[in-house]
């Protein structure tokens, strides 16, 4: 009799599922039921007799994780198979073991921003700020060589200046964050490598615990990851990855595709299945999609064979500018709701957030719903993170970021002598801040007021460290009140509302962390909140359009998908354009973005695009070309004013841009339909002025703004004034005689 849990798996899937012994390599086309076969696999695995504490499963997102985890439990209920991220994993190890390799018993995961503070002081501190390197570059180096397992001894001889001052700051920067018992993101991964790599009893002990290692998204690990995956699986050699070299796009922050690419060379006993079924994508999507990352070298062949039909041909648009392209989104969105779709079906994708501006000011104004996504902003706004940096004091007092951040927040009149003081007495004494404070009658010269106020802060953290033995949620609503944080913001001024509603979120959260977890786990909680991926706060039932940028999108699925911005300079990145290497991961960016859609797919360019306080004429991307043309729909000027663009763009063409009560409509700008023609077709207006070398109509050229369009000119002589309509969407007036204007 056939195995149920087998009998819904083509034959590719059955087979990745049921080899279980060994090294196994899954070459996942997109929309291939790559977790489906991970989940299934685990549960066949335990159907096998396997314990749930023998088998992990590493991902890259909190998000693949919890799904991981559910598919788990529908087919196998209450197994607790361990289902994490990498950085998690290492957290955990870390916690376990961490002071075998001299970390301290409680310490907490710095962000990007407190780790970059800390950086900061210590160029300032000893006098390496003057080479002309930021600390993001330092700090950039120093995370690239932590990827690739450099501690400070091991790097190469300085070459540069930069070189230079990552030399001198990588092993103080180091000593800094361990005085401050912090660690970063790159150090979870370096510092559980060297963990396993310095204790071989250890190694074997882990190794034979977790005898079957389960990854996902292999094309996307780095050497720490690799090594990581390779020490805990020599006794026990059976690591199965899943992964697509086409979908690698995380290699400028340190993956490297050579990891899959070279799987049968690293494990030459590994079978290699490939999944190719595509059960996501309509023939047209995956045949534009395959002709494009078929100009890649680094890849592993495949091919997309799609389940569902041909489906509708991929659109490509040409609009003039990205207002065009905004207002077009927008109205194709409420199109197909009206004929039935949801808001939530819909997704636009973009290479960088900024792209993001013109197309929200477009969904306001019709009154669409949307959530643009990125988690990680909840966790950076001002007022989570001193709350968080309150409960990180409590948890860890050693922790000299969070208690600058807090010392003086609300304001208890502790001011920056005070501080300098305080911090100097620390470095002279070898203590940390907070030990500085707790003894500062004794080894500063401090005031007699402001001793009476670090006093009274010491006092109000000496209260409330009993509570952080207990739940978290009470546990926030003291520190709120206790130190009158709340007061602060409760006010009638609408941010500060804002500010309160988002402390309020911050709580709810603790109390749904509560349900979870038993009491004191206040280091579990800081961990979560700072191991955030960008999609963790995307609600994927909620009614709105999603706004996300491409390597956002990973791993997720709409039924419509709209990707914009298809230019030289966006995509492929400007930063790209000079590397071969680099180019094939920004065309498998785009080939990410294309295969989320499942039924309808619209990518578009513009012919001028306003970004980042500049107006250039843009050149479509080197990938418009790579499209096979036999695939594509193509859309632009000259299309719209023969065919039409469906009825209900034609008339947002033709009709008003904004049909508000109070306000008076204005028209469109036609040049899209006709080119450029009078001001009564540009605004919508008349004017019976028409003075010297400036008439309604004509193109001119401002240094800020760009190009624009003459709407209006009124008066005459030294006192006329012209009304120009810039191409990136504003409207300007200006002196005639005085203005900056060059007609074209």
């Known amino acids: 009799m056939a195995d149920p849990l087998l009998k819904d798996l083509n034959e590719a899937q059955r087979l990745a599922v049921c080899t279980i012994q060994g090294p196994l390599l899954v070459v996942a086309g997109p929309g291939s039921g790559k977790t489906r076969v991970v989940s299934h696999r685990v549960a066949y695995l335990l159907r096998q007799g396997v314990p749930p504490g023998a088998i992990v499963a590493l991902t890259f997102t909190n998000k693949a994780a919890r799904e991981l985890a559910a598919r788990v439990e529908q087919l196998v209920p209450g197994a607790r198979v361990w289902t994490s991220?990498?950085?998690?994993?290492?957290?955990?190890?870390?916690?376990?073991?961490?002071?075998?390799?001299?970390?301290?018993?409680?310490?907490?995961?710095?962000?990007?921003?407190?780790?970059?503070?800390?950086?900061?002081?210590?160029?300032?501190?000893?006098?390496?700020?003057?080479w002309g390197c930021t600390a993001a570059q330092v700090a950039q180096r120093i995370s690239r060589a932590k990827n690739r397992l450099l501690g400070p001894e091991a790097l190469s001889p300085p070459r540069s200046p930069l070189d230079e001052v990552v030399a001198q700051a990588y092993p103080l920067y180091q000593q800094r964050m361990l005085h401050c018992a912090a660690l970063d993101f790159d150090d979870l991964l370096f510092y559980a490598v060297e963990l396993l790599a310095s204790d071989e009893k250890l190694r074997r002990q882990l190794d034979r615990r977790f005898r079957y290692l389960m990854v996902d998204e292999y094309q996307d690990t780095n050497l720490a990851q690799y090594e990581l995956l390779r020490l805990l699986s020599q006794e026990e050699p059976n690591l199965a990855a899943t992964g697509d070299p086409d979908q690698s796009i995380y290699g400028w922050r340190g993956a490297d595709i050579r990891n899959i690419l070279e799987f049968e060379q690293d494990f030459p006993e590994a079978q290699v299945i490939r999944l190719e079924l595509n059960y996501r994508s309509t023939g047209r999507i995956l045949?534009?999609?395959?002709?494009?990352?078929?100009?890649?070298?680094?890849?592993?062949?495949?091919?997309?064979?799609?389940?569902?039909?041909?489906?509708?041909?991929?659109?490509?648009?040409?609009?003039?500018?990205?207002?065009?392209?905004?207002?077009?989104?927008?109205?194709?969105?409420?199109?197909?709701?009206?004929?039935?779709?949801?808001?939530?079906?819909?997704?636009?994708?973009?290479?960088?957030?900024?792209?993001?501006?013109?197309?929200?000011?477009?969904l306001r104004l019709r009154g669409i719903p949307y959530q643009l996504v990125n988690a990680v902003e909840f966790y950076q706004r001002r007022e989570v993170k001193d709350v968080l940096a309150y409960l990180a004091v409590l948890w860890n007092p050693r922790d000299e970021q969070a208690l600058l951040r807090i010392i003086n927040v609300p304001p208890r009149g502790i001011g920056p002598r005070t501080l300098q003081g305080l911090q100097q007495a620390a470095r002279a004494h070898q203590l940390s801040l907070w030990e500085a404070a707790r003894r500062a009658e004794k080894l500063t010269t401090l005031g007699t007021t402001a001793l009476r106020r670090v006093k009274e802060f010491v006092q109000l953290l000496d209260q409330l460290l009993p509570l952080a033995q207990g739940p978290l949620a009470p546990l926030i609503r003291e520190v709120l009140q206790r130190s009158g944080y709340r007061r602060l913001y409760d006010t009638e001024n609408e941010e500060d509302q804002q500010r309160l509603f988002n402390i309020e979120e911050l709580i709810t959260a603790a109390e749904r962390f509560d349900q979870e977890h038993p009491p004191g786990s206040l280091g579990i909680f800081l961990e979560q909140t700072t191991l955030v991926n960008e999609t963790d706060r995307w609600d994927p039932q909620g009614d709105a359009v999603t706004l996300m940028t491409?390597?956002?999108?990973?791993?997720?699925?709409?039924?419509?998908?709209w990707v914009l911005g298809l230019e030289e300079g966006l995509l492929p990145h400007e930063r790209s354009s000079l590397e071969s290497d680099q180019v094939e991961e920004e065309r498998r960016l785009l080939f990410v973005g294309i295969t989320r859609a499942q039924e309808q797919l619209c990518l578009s360019y513009t012919s001028w695009r306003h970004f980042r306080g500049r107006t250039w004429m843009a050149e479509p991307s080197r990938f418009v070309d790579e499209l096979p043309p036999e695939e594509l729909e193509h859309w632009s000027s000259h299309h719209w004013q023969e065919e039409g663009f469906d009825a209900w763009l034609e008339r947002y063409l033709e009709g008003p841009v904004c049909e508000l009560p109070d306000q008076k409509p204005k028209r469109r700008p036609r040049r899209l339909l006709q080119g450029l023609t009078t001001a009564a077709q540009l605004a919508g207006e008349t004017s019976d002025q028409n003075q010297g070398p400036w008439e309604v109509g004509r193109v001119v050229m401002h240094p800020e703004y760009g190009l624009?369009?003459?709407?209006?000119?009124?008066?005459?002589?030294?006192?006329?004034?012209?009304?120009?309509?810039?191409?990136?969407?504003?409207?300007?007036?200006?002196?005639?005689?005085?203005?900056?204007?060059?007609?074209?």
């Open 550 to 561: 491409l390597h956002s999108a990973k791993g997720l699925e709409f039924p419509a998908v």
């Open 85 to 130: 991220t990498f950085h998690r994993f290492c957290a955990h190890l870390l916690r376990c073991y961490g002071e075998r390799i001299g970390l301290p018993p409680r310490w907490r995961i710095y962000d990007t921003e407190e780790s970059q503070r800390v950086l900061k002081q210590v160029l300032e501190e000893h006098e390496l700020t003057s």
């Open 287 to 362: 045949r534009v999609a395959d002709a494009l990352i078929a100009h890649n070298r680094q890849r592993k062949p495949k091919r997309l064979i799609a389940h569902k039909g041909l489906g509708e041909p991929v659109r490509l648009f040409h609009f003039e500018d990205e207002q065009e392209e905004a207002q077009a989104v927008a109205h194709w969105i409420l199109a197909q709701v009206q004929r039935g779709r949801k808001f939530r079906d819909f997704a636009v994708f973009f290479r960088v957030n900024a792209l993001s501006r013109e197309l929200e000011h477009a």
């Open 708 to 744: 624009g369009v003459i709407s209006q000119i009124h008066g005459q002589g030294d006192k006329q004034r012209v009304r120009v309509r810039f191409f990136a969407g504003e409207h300007r007036t200006f002196v005639a005689q005085k203005a900056p204007l060059k007609p074209l």
